[in-house]
């Protein structure tokens, strides 16, 4: 009991300390912008953060705008997840943590938009949870002077269940042989979310 209470006292802190971390949301920054949207079955573009119920094999549609407001040297982006790979790449520029150099010698007003084609992978051992999708972006003015965002693209619940689209032979006697859920309780899932909000924030590239 004495250890219950010990942990619960530790996320509670944990968790009040996440509003003091300073870092850039989405939107505007000083050194540019970046939008993200989401969309499926080509319907209309939701603006991030989209939470939306994907099945195993679903696809769907991810764009990114990213504008510059001053000269930059650099603008670096990435798709990003962590933990267990929850998405895969059918179309795009990149592949999900690979890096992209969106441009050099950038000037005021440039702009960059990507588009992606992405799925929930069908073999993928994280479901019946969440899985966030993070777009990350730097702004580099020199090799000392840079500036860094990211923010969740889509916070998606995966189904364990097959999309009606994904046509994989033997889907059926693949699923059946998963197990049923991940099971982590309550508490060790909101631990991990806080401290993933302090690790997701670091500068990660330079020139």
């Not at 004495?2 to 509003?19: A, D, E, G, R, Y």
């Not at 933990?83 to 890096?99: K, M």
């Amino acid at each position: 009991m004495f250890m219950k209470k010990i942990v619960w006292i530790f996320v509670f802190f944990l968790l009040i300390s996440t509003f003091f971390v300073d870092f850039a949301d989405a939107g505007e920054y000083s050194y540019g912008s970046m939008y993200a949207w989401f969309r499926k079955d080509d319907s209309e573009w939701l603006n991030s953060t989209v939470h939306p119920n994907l099945k195993l094999g679903e696809e769907f549609e991810i764009k990114v705008v990213i504008t510059a407001k001053t000269d930059l040297a650099v603008i670096f982006f990435k798709l990003h997840e962590f933990g267990t790979p929850v998405f895969e790449v059918i179309d795009g520029p990149a592949e999900i943590d690979e890096l992209l150099v969106c441009g050099r010698n950038i000037k005021t007003g440039d702009n960059f938009t990507f588009i992606w084609r992405i799925r929930v992978k069908p073999d993928t051992e994280w479901f019946n949870a969440y899985g966030p999708l993070e777009v990350f972006t730097q702004f580099n003015k020199n090799d000392e002077d840079s500036l860094t965002a990211s923010f969740d693209v889509i916070t998606a619940y995966v189904v364990n269940e097959y999309w009606e689209g994904y046509n994989a032979i033997d889907s059926t006697s693949n699923q059946s042989g998963r197990n049923e859920a991940p099971g982590f309780e309550f508490l060790f899932v909101l631990t991990t979310v806080c401290v993933i909000v302090f690790l997701r924030r670091r500068k990660i590239i330079s020139l």
